[in-house]
């Protein structure tokens, strides 16, 4: 299959024993999720999550997993979730999506960092060439699938916005996302406020970001499959035709993680300040998102590193009055880039690799 037709497809299966053999474990593991929504104007504003063993009911008006002493541990964090399908497959589902590395990782031994809630997002979703809607009055404005850009950041921050308020974690979460899940979550690290609709600045961005297979630029995204039209076609239902804007919600050329993602832990009351990591885990067999992106993404977070061991030695250097001239410097964390196995959509299908990688930014946590 051409790669055009592939975009322009519901997301296919891989085939092969290796996945086969896993169906009855996923759906298995489905069974465990619970469906909640984090907002009431659309049917996708909603969560699937999986708490293994709450802690004790501390009272009556607090949930078993509203405990804040019990989820602000600094040995258990949250694992929060973001699906991919290009911001408008509908067939990729926030159940389909974790099930699959949940059960990878239920199997895992334990970590230092243990992951006390799993969580598996869904947002509102831009139209697809492939699913087309009756027009109005069918269906209801809160099931079509119509978003266009900031609609599907606004649904993630709103949806860790609900999620912090109700858990009380504060920033000790893990954020995983696959494809334009993983350009999400790295615009939760971005401003939380100059592209949303909303003033997210109460939202604490995570301890660590996991992106796998993921878009960090998208004009060179663009660019790079500039003989297959559905690349083009699924940024512009997206974004729009406007290549600044594209730009603008590009993580690799976002230049001020050290204002937006320094490990404070945003404006949250419950967040802790913590060493911030980031895994850029990519395949050499991903036949829709080329290495050059996550080489992209790894230079940008590199030069911010650069400028702070920069800005250090400056300080270093100058009389103690001169010091916070340089306020503004680098950003400062824990890169690490893995290497995966498998195609596109096989990285998360069959869960191992999305599992290990996981776990790789629980070790570095650790």
Not at 44 to 65: A, F, G, M, R
Not at 347 to 364: D, P, S, T, Y
Request: aromatic share 8%; net charge negative.
């Amino acid at each position: 299959m051409a790669t055009s037709d592939y975009l322009n497809q519901s997301t296919p299966s891989s085939s092969g024993p290796s996945l086969y053999a896993t169906i009855e474990s996923n759906a298995s593991t489905s069974n465990l999720l619970t469906h909640v929504q984090y907002a009431a104007d659309h049917v996708l504003q909603s969560y699937e999550v999986y708490i293994p063993s709450p802690p004790p009911q501390t009272s009556h008006t607090q949930s078993p997993t509203e405990n804040p002493e019990h989820n602000n541990s600094d040995s258990q964090v949250w694992l929060i979730c973001i699906h991919g399908g290009a911001w408008r497959d509908p067939t990729i589902t926030a159940t389909g999506f974790l099930a699959p590395t949940l059960s990878h990782l239920l199997s895992s031994p334990s970590q230092p960092i243990s992951i006390v809630g799993y969580i598996s997002l869904s947002y509102r979703l831009s139209p697809h060439p492939s699913h087309p809607q009756p027009p109005p009055p069918a269906p209801p404005p809160s099931s079509l699938r119509n978003a266009m850009h900031p609609d599907h950041i606004t649904d993630i921050l709103l949806a860790l916005r609900f999620l912090q308020r109700r858990y009380a974690f504060g920033n000790r979460y893990l954020l995983a996302g696959h494809s334009c899940g993983g350009t999400m979550a790295w615009q939760v690290a971005m401003s939380r406020t100059t592209w949303a609709r909303d003033d997210f600045e109460d939202v604490s961005p995570p301890l660590a970001i996991v992106s796998l297979c993921a878009i960090y630029d998208l004009p060179l995204l663009v660019s790079t499959y500039k003989d297959v039209r559905a690349y083009r076609e699924f940024v512009v239902a997206a974004f729009g035709e406007e290549e600044e804007a594209w730009e603008r919600v590009s993580p690799a050329r976002w230049r001020d993680y050290n204002l937006t993602w320094d490990g404070s832990g945003g404006g949250g009351s419950d967040s802790q300040r913590g060493e911030l990591v980031a895994v850029l885990a990519h395949s050499r067999a991903d036949e829709l998102v080329d290495w050059a992106q996550v080489e992209g993404m790894q230079r940008c977070l590199q030069m911010q590193q650069r400028r702070k061991r920069n800005r250090q030695e400056r300080e270093r250097e100058q009389e103690p009055e001169q010091e916070g001239k340089h306020a503004h410097g680098g950003w400062e964390g824990d890169i690490r880039v893995l290497e995966i196995e498998g195609t596109h959509e096989e990285v998360w299908q069959k869960g191992e690799e999305m599992a290990r990688a996981i776990r790789l930014a629980l070790e570095m946590l650790s």
